[in-house]
C-alpha cells in the first residue's frame, strides 16, 4: 500500500494529513499557530513555530496512521501564501518574524510603486495588482528596516522564501532553496508568462536576486528529507499554495472548472488551462498548480472576510457562542427581513478593490433581531462569491469561453447548509460539496504522488472525486438578480460612507 504525507501550513494552523491510494484521508493532526499584531495593520509568525508546529503534526499524523515509514512513499506541501521570511544561508537563522500576506505595511512603498506608474509593468509580467498583499514589498521593508539585511543580501548571504520554501529548508537540513510557480507567481516579482524571475521588476523594487528560490513545476522531486526528522527520508515531490493545491485537490484541472475556499476569506479561483487569460473585471491571473512542464493558469479572486464575519458575530457581537451555532440562529427567521450586512472591516478585495471602505449593516429596522442580522452575514459571504463568479464568467466570456457551469467548495465554512444553498441560489448554477474537504492537503498529496509515481496520470485522480450533496439553484432568476442589485447598491453605499 501507497501513502502520502501532505503538510498544509495555513495561516491559522499547522496541519498534515496521511492519505492512501484512493485520496482518503488515514490519518491527521493539527496544532494552532500564533498571531502576532505588533502594530495596527501589522501581522507576523514566528518561522521557528511555523517549523516546529508543521513538523510535530507531521509526527503525529505518521504516528496515528499507524503505518510502517517504508509506506509513506512521499510528502507533498501547501501553504499560506506570500507570507515572506528571509533567513541566513549559513545558519539558517530568520533576520525577523515572518511578514503574513494579510499585513500592510507595504502599502506607503506600493504608493509609490503607484505614482511611478508601474501597475500596468506589475500587472503585464505578473497578472497581479499593486498590493502589499504580496510578497515583493515585504521584502523590500525586511531589506530597508532589518539592521545590516540589505548589506548581506548583497553579499549574497540571504535567502528569500515564502513557506514552502522555508520548510523545504527546514525538511531538508538547508539543502534545498527551492519554490514552485503557484508560490512564485504570488511574489510579484515573478514573469508569468516567461516562467522567470523578473529582472525588471527587481530593479524597480531594488530587491538583490541573490535572494531568490529556483523555481520548479509543483510536481517535481524537490529534495529528499534529514532522515532524522521522521524516521525515514523522504522525497518531497509536491509543493503549491494552497488555493492553487486546493484547485488541485478539487480535480479542477480543465479550463472553466471552479472552486471556492470559505475560510477566514474566501478564494475563487478559475482554471484556464495553459492559456494565460487576462482579467478584464478586477480579478488576478496567476499560476495554477503545475503538475507537468507545461505553465498552467488560473483566475483568482479573494473575499478578504468570509467565514470571518461568523468569527465577528461570535466575538465581537457576541450574538453567538461557537461558529456552529450560526446556521440555527439565521434559520430562526424566513430571510434576512431586508437587512443587508457588508463585512468590509478591512475594505473590500477583488473585485472592487476598495482598501478604504469599511464595514456596514444597512436596512435595519425595530423588527431586526440578532437572526436578520446572523442571515445577512451568513448571506454576504454568498454576496461577495457571487460577485466573484460573475467577474469570473465575464471573464471566460470575453475570452471567447464558456460561462462557469458549477462550483465546487471546500473550507470550515463549507459545512453551512444555509449558505451553500443560497450560494447556487443566486448564482443559478450547481454547488457541489465532496466528500473529502480536506482539498487543499489532497492537492499536495496528488502533486507529491504523481511526481511520486503513486498516480501516473491526471484522470486517475478526477475519477476519485466524489461529490458529498450537490445543492441545485431554487431561487427564481429574477429574485437572484434583484438581491444582487441590492448587494451591489448596499457595497457602493460602503464605499461612499
Ligand atoms: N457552521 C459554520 N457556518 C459558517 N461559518 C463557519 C461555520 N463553521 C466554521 N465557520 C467559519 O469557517 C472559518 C474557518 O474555516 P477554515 O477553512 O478552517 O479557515 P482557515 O483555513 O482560513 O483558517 C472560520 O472563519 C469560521 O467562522
Ligand atoms: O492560510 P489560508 O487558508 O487562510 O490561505 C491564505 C492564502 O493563501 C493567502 O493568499
Not at 501507497?2 to 492512501?20: C, E, H, Y
Not at 493545491?245 to 471552479?258: D, H, K, R, S, Y
Not at 475570452?399 to 449558505?419: F, M
Amino acid at each position: 500500500m501507497s501513502f502520502i504525507l501532505a503538510l498544509d501550513q495555513g495561516t491559522s494552523s499547522s496541519r498534515s494529513i496521511v492519505f492512501d491510494g484512493a485520496g482518503r484521508v488515514v490519518a491527521q493532526a493539527q496544532r494552532e499557530l500564533r498571531q502576532r499584531f505588533p502594530q495596527p495593520g501589522w501581522v507576523e509568525h514566528d518561522p521557528m513555530e511555523i517549523w516546529r508546529s508543521q513538523l510535530d503534526t507531521a509526527r503525529q499524523a505518521l504516528a496515528q496512521a499507524g503505518i510502517a515509514a517504508r509506506d509513506v512513499k512521499t510528502l507533498g506541501i501547501a501553504n499560506q501564501r506570500e507570507t515572506t521570511l528571509l533567513w541566513e544561508r549559513t545558519t539558517g537563522r530568520p533576520i525577523h518574524h515572518a511578514i503574513v500576506w494579510q499585513d500592510r505595511r507595504g502599502e506607503p512603498l506600493c504608493a509609490q510603486l503607484r505614482a511611478r506608474g508601474l501597475e500596468a509593468l506589475v500587472s503585464e509580467r505578473t497578472g497581479l495588482v499593486v498590493d502589499s498583499y504580496f510578497s515583493a514589498t515585504k521584502i523590500r521593508w525586511l531589506l530597508d528596516n532589518v539592521p545590516g539585511a540589505r548589506e548581506a543580501a548583497q553579499r549574497g548571504e540571504l535567502a528569500f522564501g515564502t513557506v514552502d520554501t522555508w520548510l523545504l529548508w527546514q525538511l531538508t537540513g538547508g539543502r534545498v532553496h527551492a519554490t514552485d510557480a503557484s508560490n512564485a507567481s504570488r511574489s510579484m516579482l515573478y514573469d508569468i508568462a516567461r516562467q522567470r524571475w523578473d529582472e525588471d521588476l527587481l530593479a524597480a523594487l531594488d530587491i538583490p536576486a541573490s535572494l531568490l528560490p529556483q523555481v520548479h513545476a509543483s510536481s517535481h522531486h524537490f529534495g529528499d528529507t534529514d532522515a532524522a526528522l521522521l524516521g525515514v527520508s523522504l522525497p518531497v515531490c509536491g509543493m503549491a499554495g494552497d488555493q492553487q493545491a486546493a484547485l488541485f485537490g478539487q480535480a479542477c484541472v480543465a479550463p472553466g472548472m471552479a472552486k471556492n475556499t470559505y475560510g477566514t476569506g474566501c478564494f475563487l479561483l478559475m482554471h484556464t488551462g495553459n492559456r494565460l487569460l487576462r482579467s478584464r473585471n478586477g480579478l488576478l491571473c496567476t499560476a495554477a498548480a503545475q503538475p507537468g512542464a507545461a505553465a498552467q493558469y488560473a483566475l483568482e479572486g479573494s473575499v478578504f472576510v468570509g467565514g470571518a464575519v461568523v468569527q465577528w458575530l461570535r466575538d465581537g457581537l457576541q450574538s453567538i457562542r461557537a461558529s456552529s451555532e450560526v446556521q440555527a440562529l439565521a434559520e430562526s427567521v424566513p430571510d434576512s427581513g431586508g437587512v443587508m450586512f457588508v463585512p468590509a472591516f478591512t475594505g473590500l478585495g477583488a473585485p472592487y478593490w476598495r482598501a478604504d471602505a469599511r464595514g456596514a449593516i444597512l436596512g435595519l429596522t425595530r423588527g431586526s433581531t440578532a437572526g436578520h442580522v446572523a442571515r445577512a452575514a451568513i448571506e454576504s459571504i454568498a454576496f461577495q462569491s457571487a460577485a466573484l463568479l460573475q467577474a469570473m464568467s465575464r471573464d471566460a466570456q470575453e475570452g471567447g469561453g464558456a460561462p462557469v457551469s458549477e462550483l465546487r467548495v471546500d473550507g470550515g465554512a463549507c459545512v453551512n447548509d444555509l449558505l451553500m444553498q443560497f450560494q447556487a441560489d443566486l448564482l443559478g448554477i450547481p454547488v457541489l460539496r465532496p466528500r473529502v474537504t480536506e482539498t487543499t492537503a489532497l492537492g499536495a498529496a496528488y502533486l507529491a504522488g504523481l511526481a511520486a509515481g503513486v498516480w501516473q496520470v491526471l484522470d486517475e485522480l478526477a475519477s476519485q472525486w466524489q461529490a458529498e450533496r450537490v445543492f441545485t439553484p431554487t431561487m427564481d432568476r429574477d429574485r437572484a438578480q434583484e438581491l444582487m442589485a441590492r448587494w451591489e447598491r448596499a457595497v457602493r453605499q460602503t464605499v461612499a460612507a
